[in-house]
């Protein structure tokens, strides 16, 4: 049995992950930790029978504790939650599905632990990546890709010497409002932005794969995990989501991972990597498919990708600056405070406004990001 521990089992890739274990007999969910989904953690913790579960505030906690007194279950809160969370003796590999840079104290205190990442927080690479990718090397843990995408690269270098990768091709549905032009999105609204062609995601990430700033985020995560340089990262719009990224080699060759858009096999396959397993659902079939388009970014009108390349080419702190501007910009539009473009608009702002740290420490990052706060809260 393997033994998992979740952070963020209430949402979208915690849920699957969950799923994933119902499918298979041989994987132990032993810890969980979500923020305030009282009801949805109790169901989970009445099916899958964790040890230690974890919710953010002490005043949900015992709300928790109530509903569960009759198992034998303990229940912690906040940050050191997290961390109990992560770092549970006899968890084997932590899945880090929450959203935002809460997660990056917690994933460092589990490699620190000697634990495996199932890495879905984008916020611990896109911000931290000078930080953990040194440490799995110094703890010899694994950091295995559950983004669609990166799985996929992954997936694509499998058996392959790193060395010979000559150039990234990541992929992206192109959004909701693929082929639209700035005049079209003057007015567009939350409904709107929440209605994914291809993916069924959380709220925060569906608005960033409108903008492509999720995109852009997804670039920056590449760059630490597979050792690219950004100018070696080409963003190829894929409408169907069939292909979920490539990669090119020195002599020209070119790798992709294609599949149905389906979170559970990324989740799947770093469970159990390097072994593959039988997952229920739909296949691909070419006959049906008849053919697959690609096109070129627009990164006038999207200019949330535009600025993550500014944001990864400038480094040290920058890449927390537009990471944490787009987080609170995307909650003052599911808020209904400003409008869709306004997103970019504050991510530009917040960029020039920050003077660069080079290689910012942990506190650094969480520093500049409460900075980032406050200064949008000031102007918006």
């Known amino acids: ?90 968890a084997e590999i932590v899945v880090t599905a929450i959203v935002g840079m809460i997660g990056i104290v917690p994933t460092i205190a589990a490699m620190k632990a000697g634990k495996d990442i199932a890495l879905a927080n984008k916020e611990t690479l896109v911000t931290a990546g000078h930080i953990i990718i040194p440490l799995a090397k110094e703890t010899g843990v694994q950091i295995l890709p559950v983004d669609s995408e990166h799985s996929a690269i992954f997936q694509c270098l499998h ?7 000559k150039k990234i091709l990541l992929t992206a549905s192109g959004g909701p409002f693929r082929g639209k032009k700035l005049e079209d999105l003057k007015n567009i609204q939350v409904e709107d932005a929440l209605k994914h062609p291809n993916w069924a995601m959380g709220r925060k990430i569906t608005i960033d794969s409108s903008t492509l700033v999720n995109k852009g985020l997804e670039m920056m995560e590449a760059k630490w995990l597979f050792g690219v340089e950004p100018e070696n990262i080409q963003i190829v719009v894929q409408p169907k989501s069939i292909i979920h990224s490539m990669v090119e080699f020195v002599d020209g060759a070119v790798i992709a ?124």
């Open 257 to 380: 991972q294609l599949g149905t858009p389906d979170m559970k096999l990324p989740i799947q396959y770093a469970l159990y990597y390097p072994e593959r397993r039988f997952l229920p659902g739909e296949r691909l079939d070419f006959w049906k498919l008849t053919e697959i388009t690609f096109e070129k970014p627009d990164m006038e009108t999207f200019r949330g990708l535009k600025l993550a390349f500014d944001a990864a080419a400038a480094g040290g702190s920058m890449p927390t600056v537009y990471n944490a501007a787009n987080e609170r910009a995307v909650a003052k539009f599911l808020d209904r405070k400003i409008a869709y473009l306004q997103i970019p608009e504050i991510i530009e702002t917040c960029m020039e406004h920050h003077k660069v740290k080079e290689n910012p420490s942990v506190e650094e990052i969480l520093d500049t990001e409460q900075a980032v706060y406050e200064f949008i809260e000031s102007r918006w």
């Open 1 to 90: 049995m393997k033994k998992i521990a979740i952070l963020g089992s209430t949402g979208s890739i915690g849920t699957q992950t969950l799923e994933v274990a119902r499918n298979n007999g041989d994987l132990e969910i032993v810890s969980l930790a979500a923020g305030s989904n009282v009801k949805k953690l109790e169901e989970q913790i009445r099916e899958f029978h964790p040890r230690l579960v974890a919710v953010w505030t002490e005043e949900k906690a015992k709300e928790l504790r109530d509903a569960v007194k009759d198992l034998d279950v303990k229940v912690v809160s906040g940050m050191d939650g997290l961390i109990e969370i992560c770092t549970l003796p006899e």
């Open 159 to 165: 058996g392959e010497n790193r060395s010979q990768l």
